[in-house]
């Protein structure tokens, strides 16, 4: 079993940043596979960014060259860094971590922008 805690979201205004912590309960390795996944009001989830493997990232095209996917090893923690936040970008941000064949969920965060 894995527990992931998400810690860092809030309300902000447009352009402003925030960041995103995910801090799994034990050590999930240094190859690994995460995401976070961003469900807007009456939208399905969807995923904005994963990391796959510790290296490759992959980010949905709406928040490239806006947020930024990283991993502290040492902490087991993944990172979202989420830049120029225009309203649209509003909803409830999920972490996500694929290990050993199971996929594991934070809490969910809403993350409000004001325009």
């Known amino acids: 079993q894995v527990q992931l805690v998400e810690s860092g979201g809030g309300e902000v205004q447009a352009g402003d940043s925030l960041r995103r912590a995910c801090a799994a309960s034990?050590?999930?390795?240094?190859?690994?596979?995460c995401g976070w996944y961003r469900q807007a009001p009456g939208k399905e989830r969807e995923l904005g960014a994963g990391i796959y493997g510790g290296r490759a990232t992959k980010y949905a095209d709406s928040v490239k060259g806006r947020f930024t996917i990283s991993s502290d090893n040492a902490k087991s923690t993944v990172y979202l860094q989420l830049n120029s936040l225009p309203p649209d970008d509003t909803g409830v941000y999920y972490c996500s971590s694929y290990v050993r064949g199971t996929n594991y969920w934070g809490q969910g965060t809403q993350v409000t922008v004001s325009s």
């Open positions: 034990r050590n999930i390795g240094s190859k690994k596979t």
